[in-house]
């Protein structure tokens, strides 16, 4: 019996030596899980209205995996879109989600929505834009029609989703409007985190991702630098963001599908924005 328990002792050391050997290896393939990383492509919109073929091409060769459509795409045609999700398919490039007007989440608006995103292959129909919203009842108000979508969308394996700015973060009676769409909308509806918007506003993005878990589907990595003059023009890691804090939250409690980086504007043209971003993001998630 001794010798049994030794021999069981033995083994349980070895296991534990086998197990603490590989551990750093696990949390090292954790660390650098693959999550897509794509452009809002607002970022480059001069190029866009002028050649949105071309510039798809131009960011997908830069390396970006996915892209996200604005509210110009609306006014598509199907047989459009088609054309469009084509070319995505031979750069295998995908669009998980667009931006929208608040126009888009009534019942005229959304079944078109839905039709292009589909074409698309998209996931998500993110709500870009309240349009003009007036006190808290109000923004009930948004909440209820963003459940709506949310529960018109779920049988179509589709989601709803919002798109914060920093408006949405500033209380109105102590109250502030992100709170009241998180509250009542129900869990399935995904909150687009804009990290520069949540920056000027004052709140800590990373407070905000574990204040909602599985709900920071995918985030615009916006720079926002407090220095005077500054504000939106840093790039990428210039400004006040804690890339890495906000990473390791998204994706050990947000549930962050794919990041998209944005850029309102910069001392460089916007495709060499695009480009000069997208490497300074490699960087930052080594």
Request: aromatic share 10%; net charge neutral.
């Amino acid at each position: 019996m001794i010798e049994d328990r030794r021999h069981f002792g033995s083994l349980s050391r070895r296991s534990f030596l086998a197990i603490s050997a590989a551990a750093p290896f696990a949390l090292a393939s954790q660390a650098h899980k693959h999550i897509p990383v794509g452009i809002e492509l607002y970022s480059v919109r001069d190029e866009l209205a002028k050649d949105l073929m071309g510039t798809v091409r131009a960011v997908a060769k830069m390396g970006y995996e996915v892209v996200e459509f604005f509210s110009p795409y609306y006014q598509w045609t199907p047989e459009y879109a088609k054309e469009v999700r084509k070319l995505l398919d031979d750069l295998n490039v995908k669009c998980p989600s667009t931006h929208n007007g608040s126009n888009v989440f009534t019942p005229e608006g959304l079944d078109k929505a839905i039709e292009l995103n589909r074409i698309l292959g998209c996931k998500y129909i993110v709500m870009a834009s309240a349009g003009r919203v007036s006190g808290l009842d109000g923004w009930k108000t948004v909440a209820e029609r963003l459940t709506w979508a949310s529960e018109k969308l779920k049988p179509l394996s589709m989601r709803a989703g919002f798109h914060n700015h920093r408006i949405e973060f500033v209380a109105i009676d102590g109250k502030r409007p992100m709170d009241v769409l998180a509250e009542n909308t129900p869990k399935e509806m995904s909150l687009q985190l804009d990290v520069g918007t949540c920056l000027e506003a004052g709140v800590d993005p990373v407070s905000w991702i574990k204040a909602n878990p599985g709900r920071i589907n995918s985030i615009h990595c916006k720079e926002w630098s407090s220095a005077e003059g500054v504000g939106y023009k840093a790039l990428l890691g210039e400004g006040d963001a804690k890339w890495k804090d906000i990473f390791a939250a998204a994706e050990s409690v947000g549930g962050v599908e794919f990041y998209l980086i944005e850029q309102e504007g910069s001392r460089f043209s916007s495709l060499e924005t695009a480009e000069r971003c997208l490497a300074t993001w490699k960087k930052l998630r080594a």
